[in-house]
């Protein structure tokens, strides 16, 4: 690692670390307070923010040239946390052409016909691109848990539908991620951690302004009524498939703009810590780049004579 790389890796550290779940300790959700702000007021996230966004988009423009490697980022959290916005705004400034969104809602009838990972398998971003998952597979042993009858609908083998289940789904997702991993792609799993108040005042906010009306839906508060189940789900889901090769970050999430913070500057540290460049033009390219310049340079030349 390079000397400004290691100074730039302490400068963020503070807004990774603490949130890092790699799988080495036992993971308790209700020890992850949601509205640390990490020693910073509003004004100074912020400024790292915009940092962020400057670095992203100079990392993301030699991953795409340099056409190695791939990163994959998931966001998961329950309604509210922030997921949509935290996508907007430290994505801001990066080239569409290498950085895509894919937001997975209720499966598809054709979805349905394939294993639980197809449609996730299929949106995996190509080398030198960024891949965005707003939610992702990990629906797949939350909102599938907590409502059986999703599962059912799944179409699996009765006999397939055991008590292991949930155990078996995080052994299958691990083992896709370590494939995905020693294939080039980095994964960056971030859980915004919401708390159940600061969801209401969210859904407060919606009903009242008619610009955001339309993200409300009474599904919402159907979903709200479940807020302990889906909390100890996902307490389970962080437990079972932190890795080394691909931790959770539990994010505080009642501050947006920490939020922020937090997973822009987690996207930084990684993409730094890569190495990329852009690719090297070899000896024989060099020598005919020299000849294209000199027969524009005489075309220019001739132009002014007309």
């Known amino acids: 690692m390079s000397k400004t ?7 963020l550290d503070p807004f990774i670390s603490p949130f890092r779940i790699d799988g080495g300790h036992k993971f308790h959700l209700k020890s992850h307070k949601t509205k640390v702000k990490g020693g910073l007021d509003k004004e100074e ?8 966004r400057k670095r992203l988009a100079d990392f ?4 795409y040239a340099q056409d190695r490697w791939s990163v994959l980022v998931l966001l998961q959290g329950m309604d509210a946390s922030g997921k949509d916005s935290a996508i907007k705004s430290i994505f801001e400034g ?6 895509e969104v894919t937001s997975f809602k209720q499966p598809t009838s054709k979805e349905l016909d394939h294993d639980f990972m197809w449609r996730s398998a299929i949106a995996l971003p ?3 691109r960024i891949g965005i998952f707003n939610r992702s597979y990990y629906e797949e042993c939350l909102v599938t848990r907590v409502h059986p009858e999703i599962l059912k609908a799944e179409k699996l083998p009765p006999r397939l539908v055991t008590k292991t289940i949930w155990r078996e789904r995080f052994e ?3 083992a896709f991620e370590r494939y995905l991993t020693r294939n080039g792609t980095v994964i960056l799993k971030f859980f915004l951690n919401i708390s159940k108040e600061e969801q209401r005042e969210r859904f407060l906010d ?4 008619p610009a955001k009306n339309w993200k409300f839906s009474m599904g919402d508060v159907t979903e709200r009524a479940k807020w302990q189940r889906y909390q100890a789900v996902y307490q389970d889901i962080v437990r079972h498939t932190s890795t080394p090769f691909a931790p959770w970050y539990v994010v505080p999430a009642d501050h947006k703009w920490f939020a922020r913070v937090v997973i822009g500057s987690t996207i930084v540290a990684a993409l730094e810590s890569l190495d990329l460049h852009f690719p090297r033009v070899d000896r024989a390219s060099l020598d005919e780049f020299k000849a294209v310049r000199k027969a524009l340079e005489n075309e220019g030349k001739g132009g002014k004579k007309g």
């Not at 790389?5 to 400068?11: F, T, V």
């Open 45 to 52: 996230g912020e400024a790292i923010i915009e940092q962020n």
């Open 5 to 11: 790389a290691r100074s730039l890796a302490r400068e």
């Open 126 to 128: 190509e080398r030198g």
């Open 94 to 99: 990066v080239n569409p052409q290498g950085c």
């Open 172 to 174: 299958d997702i691990s």
């Open 60 to 63: 993301q423009e030699k991953l």
């Open 206 to 209: 919606r009903l009242e302004q």
